[in-house]
């Protein structure tokens, strides 16, 4: 930024922001001038292959191969993962991994192959390694799923840490999933995707790219069979997607590519190889078990950024009476960074909010939680008590000359934690006691990829920053993607051990694998339009395939002023996602649903009426998605990946097992295609039977979107009293259905208890039996059959 276009920002936004201003480029300035001074130069680099292998070396699992610059380290895991890792990395350490690596299998043998390569033989995988390094996985018959080349690193010729390439092959018809959230999708078209937490600094759309969440994790799904690949390194990177072509029965098939490149770290991943849904169990038991959130975080939630100039507990309260004067469900309310006093975290402004802990108890008799929102960046000030505690505690990254880093935030000058660091993770959660007593139920966690203010370049820390690493060292390079991850870590078990009676709700802006161990995610800063609105979907169910379940977008966008059916299309979509929250900034209106007019209104309701009778469902799917790893929002080639005409669907989505959600997703539309998988599947709405696979046209009424009930469905649902239900969607003729049902255990640490339930046609009649695990009979229930007219079935 030259002087001129400095003058010209501050003449922009006047003196209010003239000092916001100035801190920015200051902090842009010493951003680069640390990185100047503690990154080595990047001078002359020499190129590397692994040559020829050398010899092997057999091992539980797998076995190690040298070759003449490098060795490989193979190893199968009893449940079936792939590991393989370059140079001699291994496993462990990663923030990915939920405590150690697996066990290998015994049953799996490294032992030679042809033409001078390895193979190792599991039960349901097979993985051989080339001559000169090329590795191929396998079906267990042998069908080839992916092939990786031999890899490059260039090494700087003094010395230090190399970069890297590995190019990848995928049978021509493969399409390509997942990598984090991805505002264009959920199939990656070509193109290149970067790996590094961004907030893109506005309202994003479908172009927008990185965005606040990325992985290094890919779901590859092609005729041959699905696989998950994922390498554990995060530095920045990124991954360049091609599909490929086929030769329509020429035989010159074009394959698929992927090619990643990686700016250091280790060159290691995992590969598992399966169905969808053994793909997703497999993947959770390598990076923990997602986190299952209270009930009442999966009913609806309102928040916005500025509930008013003065008087805002008022402002509150006026919105919750507006809910509830309409006869509208509502189970939390979010307090943004307004709430703060001069936006510094861990405080209360005691004018806007002077009796914050009798609102939230207000709040909670009526059966509606309250939620803050964290963000990492502590004000550097004098006689900010957090600031002046984490100084005395150390807590607080520097740079490579030992001086704390100084970024920007909304507070002004600010310091960030080191949450790699243990000790610097209790000392922060510890901070949570404070917002306990204020009387937060859960915590949003905002500006962590993180993100520091800056008139130009980056908006994050110097990547010559210095960071703990768990002891190891290292700096922001390796830190920043995973920074996140680590703070949802502080705020999750800070929050367990001082309320050890209620399972903690947490979600965040920014994370990396893993992520799910400690809460959920939400969009960031969607732009308001249709785009937008599709891009919301590419999100969630991007996220959900890399192992995040619980997610949803910001309802009718962040930025802007939807129009009534915008926000109403919006808001219908929302309440079949995990996360239903309207959001929106201050200078983007309310969100409120009485805002758009008696029509919305009326609709809008029926969204919320529908969102808590589905709540036992809603409760069943987090269970679920502890004990499988199966996200709630699950595309519709799920249960058939090898339909290609589903695996290019991405306009609608299934909900668990049971229901086919497909939400209007353009302007004007009051009819739409719907894609169905194999099977008998009933409109919800008219009762109507559809068979799959094909496609059908049904009506999509301001009033609805579409939604279908899969044959022999058995649905928990919330009956008119309150109680559990079960709603029962009649099997087909010549089949059977069922269904788990995971009943609520409370939003404490009670096991839950599976209910499975098995449904058959009988004289016309639907039968339906239940049981338990372990056996025992499943308890009666209210049961209402679909179907078949309306009526009640027998149990």
């Not at 999933?177 to 193109?191: I, K, M, V």
């Not at 029965?249 to 700016?263: F, I, K, N, V, W």
């Not at 009051?670 to 409109?683: A, N």
Request: neutral net charge.
């Amino acid at each position: 930024m030259e002087a001129r276009d400095l003058v010209r920002s501050v003449k922009a936004v006047g003196s209010a922001g003239a000092v916001r201003t100035v801190r920015t480029v200051r902090a842009a300035w010493r951003r680069r001038r640390a990185d100047a001074r503690g990154l080595p130069p990047r001078g002359p680099e020499r190129a590397r292959v692994p040559g020829a292998v050398v010899d092997a070396e057999p091992r539980p699992g797998g076995g190690v191969l040298r070759f003449g610059r490098s060795q490989l380290r193979v190893r199968v895991a009893v449940n079936g993962a792939v590991f393989w890792g370059w140079d001699g990395a291994g496993p462990e350490p990663s923030y990915a991994l939920a405590g150690r690596c697996p066990e290998p299998d015994p049953r799996a043998v490294l032992e030679p192959d042809k033409d001078g390569g390895w193979r190792v033989v599991a039960e349901r995988v097979t993985v051989t390694v080339s001559r000169y390094g090329a590795i191929q996985v396998c079906t267990p018959g042998g069908v080839p799923l992916r092939r990786d080349l031999p890899p490059r690193w260039w090494e700087p010729v003094g010395g230090g840490a190399a970069r890297w390439t590995q190019r990848s092959e995928v049978t021509a018809d493969a399409r390509f999933f997942g990598l984090g959230g991805r505002a264009s999708g959920p199939r990656l078209r070509d193109g290149a995707y970067r790996l590094w937490n961004t907030d893109p600094g506005h309202p994003f759309g479908p172009g927008d790219d990185p965005l606040y969440l990325t992985m290094p994790v890919q779901l590859v799904v092609a005729d041959a069979g699905t696989h998950l690949v994922f390498h554990d390194n995060s530095f920045d990177g990124t991954v360049t997607l091609r599909e490929g072509v086929e030769g329509a029965g020429s035989g010159h098939d074009r394959a698929g590519t992927s090619e990643l490149r990686m700016a250091g770290g280790p060159l290691r991943c995992w590969v598992v190889v399966g169905t969808p849904a053994r793909v997703a169990q497999v993947w959770a038991s390598l990076t923990g078990a997602a986190a299952v959130p209270p009930a009442w975080a999966l009913g609806h939630q309102h928040a916005r950024w500025g509930f008013g100039d003065e008087q805002d507990e008022q402002e509150v309260r006026r919105i919750v009476a507006g809910y509830h004067e309409r006869g509208l469900p509502l189970d939390a309310v979010h307090l943004d960074i307004d709430h703060y006093d001069a936006h510094q975290v861990f405080t209360v402004d005691q004018d806007r909010f002077p009796k914050l802990p009798v609102l939230a108890e207000e709040l909670r008799r009526d059966g509606i939680q309250l939620v803050s929102i964290v963000d990492p960046a502590v004000r550097a000030a004098p006689g900010n008590a957090v600031f002046e505690a984490g100084t005395a505690e150390d807590a607080f990254v520097r740079d490579a000359s030992g001086s704390v880093v100084r970024g920007v935030g909304w507070p002004g000058e600010v310091v960030f934690p080191d949450f790699t660091h243990a000790r610097v993770r209790e000392w922060w959660g510890g901070l949570y006691e404070e917002r306990i007593a204020q009387g937060f139920a859960g915590f949003w966690h905002a500006m962590n990829e993180p993100t520091s203010f800056a008139a130009f370049g980056e908006t994050t820390l110097p990547r010559s920053a210095r960071h703990a690493l768990e002891g190891r060292g290292g700096d922001h390079r390796e830190a920043h993607n995973v920074y996140a991850l680590c703070m949802a870590r502080a705020g999750y078990e800070g929050v367990r051990e001082r309320a050890p009676e209620e399972r903690p709700f947490v979600f965040s802006r920014s994370g990396w694998a893993g992520m799910q161990r400690y809460g959920g995610t939400w969009s960031g800063d969607v732009a308001t339009g249709w785009p937008g609105l599709r891009a919301s979907l590419s999100l969630v169910l991007g996220l959900g395939l890399c192992g995040v379940p619980y997610s949803g977008p910001d309802v009718g966008g962040f930025d802007g002023c939807p129009s009534p059916e915008l926000y109403l299309r919006w808001f219908q979509l929302a309440s079949y996602l995990p996360l239903f929250r309207t959001h929106a900034s201050v200078r983007a209106g309310r969100r409120e649903p009485w805002e758009f007019g008696a029509e919305v209104l009326g609709h809008a309701r029926m969204a919320l009426v529908e969102r808590r009778r589905l709540l036992p469902y809603f409760v069943t799917l987090a269970q679920l998605a502890r004990r499988t790893g199966a996200p709630y929002v699950r595309p519709v080639w799920w249960g058939a990946p090898e339909d290609r005409a589903l695996r290019d669907c991405e306009d609608a989505f299934l909900l668990g097992d049971a229901l086919l959600v497909a939400p209007v997703l353009e302007a004007g539309a009051e009819r739409r295609g719907v894609r169905l998988p194999r099977g008998r599947w009933y409109d919800t709405a008219t009762g109507r039977a559809y068979e799959g696979p094909g496609q059908v046209v049904v009506d999509a009424p301001l009033a609805r979107i579409p939604v279908f009930a899969r044959a022999g469905a058995v649905i928990p649902v919330r009956g008119d009293h309150g109680g559990l239900e079960l709603e029962v969607w009649a099997p087909a003729p010549g089949s059977a259905g069922g269904g788990l049902v995971v009943p609520d255990p409370g939003d404490g640490w009670a096991e839950a208890q599976v209910e499975r339930y098995t449904v058959r046609l009988k004289d016309g009649r639907v039968v339906m039996e239940g049981e338990r695990e372990g056996g025992a009979q499943a308890p009666s229930r209210p049961v209402r059959v679909r179907g078949l007219g309306e009526g009640r079935g027998q149990m």
